[in-house]
C-alpha cells in the first residue's frame, strides 16, 4: 500500500467516487494518491436499493395463472400461454425460465425461488404449500385476497 506520508497537515477526507464496485473505488482513489480506510455506498443508493419495486407483475401473474388453471389447464401449459401473449423483455425472460425450469424437472416453488428479484418470499412460500397440500389454484387465491 502507497500512501503520503503522515504530517500534521494531513486530512482524512471523503471522496465521492463512481465505479463498477468497491475495488475499482479503492484503485482509483489510490491512484489519486489517497490511502483508503473505507468504503460505502451512498445513503440514497442504499434507499433506492431495498426500495425499488420487482419489475415482474407478481399479483397479476398469479391472477393470470389462476384463471388459466382454473380454465383446465396445467401448469406447464398455463406458463407457455402466459409467455406467447408477452411480448419480449423482461416478463417474458422470467417467464421463459419458469418454464425451464418446470422442463428440468423443478418443482414451481424451486424455480420461483431462484429469482428473488422477480418474486417475494411470501409468493414462494405460497406456491411451496400449495406442492404439498396439491391444491395450487387454492394457494393462488389466498395469495391474491392477501
Not at 502507497?2 to 479503492?26: F, G, Q, Y
Not at 407478481?58 to 389462476?66: D, H, M, P, Y
Not at 411480448?87 to 422470467?94: A, D, I, K, Q
Not at 424455480?111 to 412460500?125: E, G, K, Q, Y
Amino acid at each position: 500500500m502507497i500512501s503520503k506520508p503522515w504530517t500534521e497537515t494531513t486530512k482524512v477526507v471523503a471522496l465521492d467516487l463512481e465505479a463498477a464496485d468497491e475495488a475499482a473505488v479503492r484503485d482509483a482513489a489510490r491512484h489519486s494518491g489517497y490511502a483508503v480506510l473505507t468504503v460505502g455506498r451512498r445513503r440514497a443508493e442504499l434507499s433506492n436499493l431495498f426500495n425499488r419495486k420487482a419489475a415482474f407483475p407478481v399479483e397479476l401473474f398469479a391472477i393470470e395463472l389462476k384463471a388459466l388453471l382454473d380454465a383446465g389447464l396445467n401448469v406447464v401449459e398455463a406458463l407457455q400461454a402466459l409467455a406467447e401473449k408477452e411480448p419480449t423483455g423482461e416478463n417474458r425472460r422470467v417467464l421463459m425460465e419458469l418454464l425451464d425450469a418446470l422442463y428440468r424437472g423443478e418443482a414451481l416453488s424451486q424455480a420461483v425461488a431462484r429469482m428473488p428479484l422477480a418474486f417475494p418470499p411470501l409468493f414462494v412460500a405460497t406456491l411451496r404449500s400449495s406442492e404439498r397440500t396439491g391444491n395450487v389454484k387454492e394457494a393462488l387465491a389466498r395469495y391474491i385476497a392477501y
